[in-house]
């Protein structure tokens, strides 16, 4: 056994974290910054703290991870960080020539109390950033929120530093991206594509992290949106933030500053949440819904009809992040699947009332908990006390699908032991395709294996 | 650079390092110079190391805490590794390393679990000690384990938590082994710094509590070996046969009963010698145990380094033994050679890894007739560069004084006169002890050695030698591949290996063979490249 020292006997703790399903905010940060074109992402710490989102999201997404740091010592701890960060922003301009610099904090900075706006104004009296050039920031404490605050406290930093208002709207939307996949963002435009949408979409990895092999790096590769299209962000006509715990937070302070009315909704994923998603984004650009879109719709629920019986009453346990979990739940519900346990670090009484509002009607014995004292672990006791039939959730599930002998299906982040999440989006009805596909897969791969040989069977 | 060659001078890379250099602003030119060095192994050369990572350069380095908790501490199973800090730290040591590990089917191991203080805001305004006390409490409740290690993080340092003060009270309370690790991330300037907290950490908290006989004939301790992808496996094997107790690994597929005994050994055979040495150092001075260094990368250096150990007991039957596995042994790394240098000789390599890795592994590519055309460390000091010469000629700088050295006084009721005296008496017959010459004296001429390489030089770098293979770390591996060079990960052996001792030579050759002669880099230009006509006029579309 792998987790051999996970009990059944569940005891109340109250400060250890065992297992955790959550990071820290500054790999979301990270992450998000490279969705900017032409964007080195800084780590305003000590150099630990790059290392180690670096190669979290280069194991990840199997791709070049660029990131500078400030490389604190015990003597940038003590005094402040100012001079590592403007010596940091000379080096990087002079160096590695981005467009644009995207700060982010650690604990350890924000624990010194570094005030980054000063900061980056004093490198830009002392000449330090380039002209055209940008440095943008955000504050991501580790102590609060999760890595999906740091995301969402990176897009914010967009909105907050480059958005402007001229007062001539332009007939556009903004298409505010949680925190997904590169093919889940290249999904999310050829939607939009179809119907005929006139959009901005920000963050977008997508041509970042999922580069092709030319035999030449590229440090800046041709994806991720460009500074005049953030710029130009406060001009377009409404926003659609999609993934409300990574988006919401920029929506609002861009119809703060410049007067852009939004709607935010649940990331698209399964039936429901891309039929709002795709009505959000009719009304919003003010084009209609093709049929190709209806069609794609269509081959889901086909699937779903024809395969519904060897789902039904299927037991789920889930972690991950509430964008994605919320409607995946409501996804597995449309599929007569039960969702009995849903476990996320990422704090926010919201989850919650949602969950209870999707699981009440027909799961009411579904544990789920969020924030505080929400692990892996806790999760891993659940499922000692009763078990489940599929495990969804990011690499580290391994461990307790193979001890209890669960299929596994691998979502979030980070998918450190395999490929295509980049390429094969989750999102949208195509999306639902996949997820359903990855589920009956399992699921019937699990009947093959275990089935005995008079019950093996060929036909479905 | 021409790679048909086997034989041929490398070129004078003065060129390249001025055209490095002419990027960076003076300041930092300034400072980059002394760290690229024009190797002559026939001179003494030194090189600037082991000094703080330049604001904005894009570095390979890690932290403190890195190389204390994930690289000493890591790979041992019986002991509750608890960070103390927000959830980050602790997150991205989790499994990260390979440290395989043998618990057999009901051993303690708690290496698959990650515990966390998970700090909050709250906690960093008020404190985080009774949280930590708390946190440790409840991990002995349901665990009941014998052991636990506490972990400072880079907040946790600022905010003034006492890790020391809160493990002692909590090891008096709960009557079992805890201390705490001050290896915040700012401290030193790199891993470094970390494992030599570490190594102190053990040497203060653990080593010497069993007085026990660990039994045999002849006791070694395995030093700076961590089993990567089963690397200690391999090596655990060759000392039983030749019936040698291996008393402890620090830290290979260790556990703590081993620590507690280690100081019951013979000797002490190091093989990182970066980040372990302090350990082999306080051994000798507090017991009289004296040490060696060895090497299992490389066939060669896999025999002559049981050749060391084995002539080192003065034994007859075990040197006998000793070349009876050699022989057999080579005979498969020999073959293997044959097939696989045909295919491989004249490359280049290049290695930026570690504090030993850039030097062993230049051992297994020139087994197979590759060259190392330039290689260095990402955390290594000038003696794993120079040799243990220049020791005393090392400057310590504001960043290193405050790592502790501690004050080792003799442990008469455990000390070793025997071992002493055997010492004395090999050493006239030629044998060498506490020797390490490092890296640059086996590179050859005019290789270019680089320490704390930067993203912008590792660019000029591949651009000037096109080489065939690459060794360094995840963070490189993509970059690297994307110019159509493959990377070999020398920390993670791209889940391969093992490529310790003769069987993991064998897996090493086969595995690079397999990675400089795959097809697929062929295919990278399209077919249609040159042909203009089948390409599209059409703009790209907009996904
Ligand atoms: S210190 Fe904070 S930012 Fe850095 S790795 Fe730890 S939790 Fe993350
Ligand atoms: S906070 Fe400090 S200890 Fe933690 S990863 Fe960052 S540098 Fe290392």
Redesign the interface.
């Known amino acids: 056994m792998?987790?051999?020292?996970t009990?059944k006997d569940i005891?109340e703790?109250?400060?250890?974290?065992?297992?955790?399903a959550?990071?820290?905010?500054?790999?979301g940060a990270m992450y998000a910054a490279l969705g900017i074109h032409g964007c080195l992402p800084?780590s305003h710490?000590?150099?630990?703290?790059c290392?180690?989102?670096?190669?979290?999201l280069?194991?990840h997404y199997?791709?070049?991870?660029?990131?500078?740091?400030?490389?604190?010592?015990?003597?940038?701890?003590v005094f402040g960080g100012q001079s590592?960060?403007i010596?940091?922003?000379?080096?990087?301009f002079?160096?590695?020539e981005p467009e644009v610099i995207a700060v982010h904090s650690?604990?350890?900075s924000?624990?010194?109390g570094d005030d980054l706006t000063q900061i980056v104004e004093k490198a830009r009296d002392g000449g330090k950033i380039p002209e055209g050039k940008h440095v943008i920031f955000c504050n991501t404490?580790?102590?609060?929120g999760?890595h999906v605050t740091g995301y969402s406290n990176m897009v914010s930093g967009m909105v907050k530093l480059l958005s402007k208002s001229t007062g001539v709207t332009n007939d556009k939307i903004n298409l505010i991206s949680g925190w997904v996949e590169p093919s889940d963002m290249?999904e999310v435009?050829?939607m939009a594509?179809l119907m005929g949408a006139n959009f901005t979409l920000f963050p977008d990895t997508?041509d970042v992290v999922d580069?092709p092999?030319?035999?030449?790096?590229?440090m800046y590769p041709k994806g991720g949106t460009t500074i005049p299209d953030l710029i130009a962000s406060g001009d377009n006509k409404a926003t659609l933030a999609f993934g409300k715990w990574a988006t919401e937070d920029a929506a609002i302070k861009l119809e703060n500053k410049c007067k852009v009315p939004f709607e935010a909704t649940e990331l698209p994923i399964g039936v429901r949440a891309t039929d709002r998603f795709i009505m959000e984004l009719s009304k919003l650009a003010e084009v209609g819904i093709p049929e190709a879109i209806t069609a794609e719709r269509g081959r889901l629920v086909d699937m779903i009809t024809d395969m519904q019986q060897y789902l039904h009453g299927k037991r789920v346990a889930l972690f991950g992040d509430p964008d994605q979990l919320i409607p995946l739940v409501e996804f597995l519900l449309d599929m007569n699947m039960k969702p009995v346990y849903i476990v996320s670090?990422t704090p926010g009484k919201k989850m919650h009332k949602r969950l209870e509002e999707l699981l009440l009607p027909t799961v009411p014995e579904a544990k789920f908990q969020n924030g505080k004292g929400a692990d892996m672990?806790l999760l891993h006791q659940w499922i000692k006390n009763e078990g489940v039939d599929l495990l969804i959730g990011n690499s580290?599930g391994k461990?307790i699908a193979r001890d209890e002998n669960i299929p596994f299906l691998r979502m979030g982040f980070p998918i450190?032991d395999r490929v295509g999440h980049s390429y094969f989006p989750t999102l949208g009805y195509m999306g639902g395709l996949r997820i359903l596909e990855k589920i009956l897969d399992l699921i019937m791969d699990k009947q093959d294996l275990e089935s005995s040989e008079p019950e093996f069977e060929l036909v479905m | 650079m021409s790679t048909d060659n086997k034989t041929n001078m490398f070129p004078d890379s003065s060129d390249l390092i001025e055209e490095i250099l002419n990027k960076y602003p003076s300041k930092v030119a300034k400072k980059r110079a002394k760290s690229l060095v024009t190797n002559d192994p026939e001179i003494d050369q030194e090189i600037q190391s082991n000094i703080r990572t330049i604001p904005g350069i894009i570095t390979q380095r890690g932290c403190c805490y890195a190389g204390c908790k994930g690289v000493i501490l890591g790979p041992t199973r019986d002991i509750i590794n608890i960070v103390h800090g927000p959830i980050g730290c602790s997150f991205y040591a989790w499994l990260t390393r390979r440290n395989q590990t043998d618990a057999g089917p009901d051993g303690e191991n708690y290496m698959n679990y990650c515990f966390s203080t998970d700090m909050q805001d709250t906690n960093i305004v008020f404190g985080g000690e009774k949280k930590l006390e708390e946190a440790i409490r409840e991990a002995y409740e349901i665990f009941k384990p014998h052991s636990i290690g506490v972990f400072s993080t880079c907040p946790i340092g600022l905010i003034g938590d006492d890790v020391h003060a809160v493990s002692r009270k909590m090891k008096e309370e709960l009557d079992i082994n805890i201390f705490g690790f001050s290896c915040e991330g700012y401290k030193g300037v790199s891993q470094s710094a970390g494992h030599h907290i570490a190594n102190n950490g053990i040497f203060k908290h653990v080593v010497g509590l069993n007085n026990t006989d660990p039994g045999g004939k002849f006791k070694l301790n395995l030093l700076g070996e961590y089993n990567i992808g089963g690397d200690s496996f391999v090596l655990e094997k060759y000392f039983e046969e030749m019936g040698i107790t291996l008393v402890s690994t620090f830290s290979g597929n260790s556990t703590m009963s081993q620590f507690e005994n280690a100081h019951m050994a013979d000797l002490n055979a190091v093989m990182c010698h970066r980040s372990i040495n302090y350990i082999a150092e306080m051994l000798e001075k507090k017991h009289g145990i004296p040490w060696i260094k060895i090497n299992f990368i490389g066939a060669d250096a896999t025999a002559k380094s049981l050749r060391k150990i084995a002539k080192y007991f003065e034994d007859e039957e075990l040197m006998a033994k000793t070349e009876e596995i050699i022989a057999r042994e080579m005979l498969e790394v020999q073959a293997t050679i044959e097939d696989v240098k045909s295919r491989t000789e004249g490359k280049l390599c290049m290695m930026y890894v570690g504090g030993s890795r850039a030097h062993h592994y230049q051992e297994l590519f020139g087994e197979i007739g590759m060259r190392t055309i330039s290689a260095g460390y990402e955390f290594g000091h000038r003696d794993d560069y120079e040799g243990r010469k220049v020791l005393d000629s090392i400057k310590i700088d504001a960043d290193s004084r405050n790592i502790e050295e501690l004050d080792i006084v003799k442990d008469e009721a455990n000390w070793r006169d025997d071992l002493v005296a055997k010492k004395t008496s090999l050493e006239d017959k030629g044998y060498g002890f506490s020797e390490y010459e490092g890296m640059m004296p086996d590179m050859e001429k005019n290789s270019l050695v680089i320490d704390d390489i930067s993203h912008w030089e590792t660019e000029k770098l591949i651009e000037y030698y096109k080489p065939d293979i690459i060794g360094a770390g995840i963070k490189e591996k993509y970059v690297i591949q994307k110019y159509g060079v493959p990377l070999k990960q020398l920390h993670s052996y791209d889940y391969g290996g093992p490529y310790a001792g003769f069987k993991g030579a064998v897996n090493f050759y086969n595995d690079i063979d397999k990675m400089v002669n795959t097809k697929i880099w062929g295919l990278i230009p399209p077919p249609w490249k040159n042909e203009p006509e089948l390409v599209a006029k059409m703009a790209d579309t907009a996904y």
């Open positions: 792998l987790l051999r020292h009990t005891k703790r109250k400060s250890l974290t065992i297992n955790p959550k990071t820290c905010q500054p790999v800084h710490g000590s150099q630990g703290c290392s180690y989102h670096r190669s979290a280069t194991r199997k791709e070049p991870i660029m990131a500078a740091t400030s490389s604190f010592t015990e003597g940038s701890s590592n960060l010596q940091a922003i000379d080096n990087i002079t160096i590695y650690t604990c350890l924000e624990t010194i404490p580790s102590y609060i999760s290249r435009k050829r594509n997508s580069a092999q030319t035999g030449s790096y590229e670090g672990y580290y461990y450190l």
